[in-house]
């Protein structure tokens, strides 16, 4: 499992995609300071906690969904597309331990991208003077968007799924995308405590203020979202163990 765990953390610091993922998240203090100026007439008049509220805001209603989703397609997919999968299925390990070492460095990606997310927002707040700075504001907003992350990371291995199953990128992206849409419509039409996807609206609800509504999660919805990771989880287990490695 360790060597399978570096193999994949080596694979993954020489992807330009995480940087590039990276940069994408970077821009989102940016954007949220100029959706504040529309709002204040050219000037960014808000505090330290409205700003960093606005974060997990931006992160549940426009990056997370379609860029984790990115994150997973490339993290399973790239196998298939660099032409090595059946080069990493004949090898004398247990093809289970490849998706959960995959899973692993999925979830370092993520906390990854969320972590760079909270402290740019901070430094943006900063950077900007607003006024109203308490510590407390940072860590609600770290909370907040890891709650997100978690939210989302339990549907990741659908797409981790369709990735191995349609053998490349394209496809995972584009559900994810589709399903970032979805999103908000389920979201907007009140129905967002049952779809996975709908769910980490319900942390701080979204950037569109009243058009979609925040869900609030009860047992049934967290029930849902485990039974979808399961379910992900389990087809990525059947594909692998019986993958023709000779394809």
Same mark, same amino acid.
């Given at each position: 499992?360790?060597?399978?765990? %570096?193999?994949?953390?080596? %694979? ?34 808000? =505090?330290?906690?409205?700003? /960093? ?5 931006? /992160? ?23 032409? =090595?999968? %059946?080069?990493?299925? =004949?090898? $004398? *390990? ?14 370092? #990606?993520? @906390? ?6 909270? +402290? ?17 504001? *940072?860590?609600?907003? &770290?909370?907040?968007?890891?709650? *997100?992350?978690?939210? @989302?990371?339990?549907?990741? $291995?659908?797409? +981790? ?13 584009? !559900?994810?995308?589709?399903?970032? =849409? ?11 405590? #049952?779809?996975? #996807? ?11 203020? $009243?058009?979609?509504?925040? $869900?609030?999660?009860? +047992?049934?919805?967290?029930? *849902?979202? &485990? ?8 087809? /990525?287990? !059947? ?9």
């Amino acid at each position: 499992m360790l060597r399978a765990l %570096k193999a994949e953390f080596l %694979k993954l610091r020489r992807a330009r995609v995480v940087w590039w993922t990276g940069l994408a998240v970077a821009l989102v203090p940016a954007m949220s300071a100029s959706s504040m100026r529309v709002v204040g007439g050219g000037q960014v008049d808000t =505090t330290w906690e409205s700003f /960093m509220r606005m974060g997990p805001q931006m /992160m549940a209603s426009w990056w997370a969904i379609p860029l984790l989703g990115l994150a997973a397609a490339y993290t399973f997919g790239r196998e298939f597309g660099d032409g =090595t999968a %059946k080069n990493m299925l =004949t090898l $004398p *390990i247990r093809r289970e331990t490849f998706v959960f070492a995959k899973l692993l460095v999925l979830a370092a #990606w993520v @906390v990854g991208l969320t972590l760079i997310s909270i +402290a740019l927002q901070a430094l943006g707040a900063a950077m900007l003077g607003l006024p109203g700075f308490e510590l407390r504001h *940072i860590l609600a907003a &770290a909370v907040s968007s890891l709650q *997100i992350a978690g939210l @989302v990371f339990a549907t990741l $291995p659908v797409v +981790a799924a369709l990735a191995m199953l349609e053998r490349g990128y394209l496809p995972p992206m584009m !559900f994810s995308a589709f399903a970032a =849409t979805a999103a908000l419509m389920v979201g907007a039409v009140g129905w967002g405590a #049952w779809f996975p #996807w709908s769910m980490p609206l319900a942390v701080t609800g979204t950037a569109f203020g $009243p058009l979609v509504a925040k $869900p609030t999660l009860v +047992a049934g919805s967290f029930a *849902i979202d &485990a039974a979808l990771f399961l379910a992900g989880l389990a087809a /990525m287990l !059947f594909y692998v163990d019986r993958a023709d490695n000779t394809q």
